[in-house]
């Protein structure tokens, strides 16, 4: 805490003020730390310039540009990120945030971790590519050790959460089609749930439930059916029909708002699964990880699927997915059914390995829940008696705070305090899902930002 104070307190006259120590990411290290940081004073946002964003040449430069060349998919805030160090982002102008990002729960280990950058630069120097036409080394180590502290006995793997679960519906459907040759009423449909989001592209889209990601792009993957999350006796009475190849469902919801299913829940999938001959899919691409203290978000509840899909934090920066499952459900595919040119590449394999081996240590995984309940217990009592807040929630290191009109203002005044959060679920919840690396004085840092920037809620309900 003292260093960020030290910056929030500390002005600077112009990035140019800045003194970088940057070596670039060219193998070089400085006694086995990243030498690619800033090591002088910043100024955070909104200190000495009464919370007004001033913008250098070059950001502003950087945001017209991409407004005139990029596809605008993305509402960016308005920041042009230069470089990050553990848990502190900077953006050109050098201003200092406190990052509860981490990329959309990806930068596990923060940015710049000494054994992440190790692993990068070796493998680099190894072998970066090779195709699936060749075994490469990395990527059985990675599918060894995911097999090894998992439930599944074999990998696949893609290059996003989107493609995880792209790749989990076609197994599912291929499975009942192996098991069932000669059925002529094949189980080919899937039942999502509520507030889910399982990716983008068309089979993922199909499953995701915001019905204006979907509709723009119609016909999406035909065959799904949106329960509401948590309703056993729907979930029990779909399954029973014998027409759902799988059940996918998040152990607790991301972008939905941070929700945590019940045990019950769960529970009442798996047997009716079971009963039926469907898979039981856990996206795990958010909550998976070590995110929740637990290596995997299902073990909190002691219920396991028969595919798990995974994503986001696995290679701590590198794009990578992977599905996992059992022998059973891999004794369905055969060679040809499904592949990627890049996916299991040497190079984000050996990253993996690298951010698999720290995640998964139990010091690990009780500091992550340590720190959860923490800062569970600290935003109850700073920001509970708040009359916009309605609840805190969450487990581990994935905390929403669920408030009573739109998060955005927040989310805007936090920035520019210097604290990075999210939104999620109507855009009426945070989301806090930091580098599982961060600090206790850095969560109180966070907690009070929030506090601080509360009232500008205020402003908003009045309007
Ligand atoms: C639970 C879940 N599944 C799937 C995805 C899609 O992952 P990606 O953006 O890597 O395609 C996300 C992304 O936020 C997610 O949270």
Partial sequence: MASIQFLLNNTLSSASDLRHSFSGLNGSFNGGRAIACVKTGVQAPGSGNSGKLGFSGASKEVMEAEGRV????????????SHGEGCKLYDAEGREYLDMTAGIAVNALGHGDPDWLKAVVEQANTLTHVSNMFYSIPQVELAERLVSCSFADRVFFS???TEANEAAIKFARKFQRFLHP???????????????????TMGSLALTSKEHYRSPFEPVMPGVTFLEYGNIHAARELIQSGKIAAVFVEPIQGEGGIYSATKEFLQSLRSACDDAGSLLVFDEVQCGLGRTGYLWAHESYGIFPDIMTLAKPLAGGLPIGAVLVTERVASAIKYG?????????????????????????????????KKGQYFKELLMQKLGGNPHVREVRGLGLIVGIELDVPASPLVDACRNSGLLILTAGKGNVIRIVPPLIISEEELELAAEILLKCLP????????
């Fill in 337 to 369: 059914d499904h592949g990627s040119t890049f996916a299991g590449g040497p190079l984000v394999c050996k990253v993996a390995v690298a951010v698999l081996d720290k995640i998964s240590k139990p010091t690990f995984l009780d500091s992550v829940s």
């Fill in 456 to 463: 500008v809620l205020d402003k908003t309900k009045s309007k």
């Fill in 182 to 200: 000669d059925q002529k009423q094949l189980a080919t449909e899937f039942i999502s749930f509520s507030n889910s989001f399982h990716g983008r």
């Fill in 159 to 161: 290059n996003s959460g």
């Fill in 70 to 81: 990029m596809v605008g998919t993305y509402a960016r805030a308005p920041v042009v990120i």
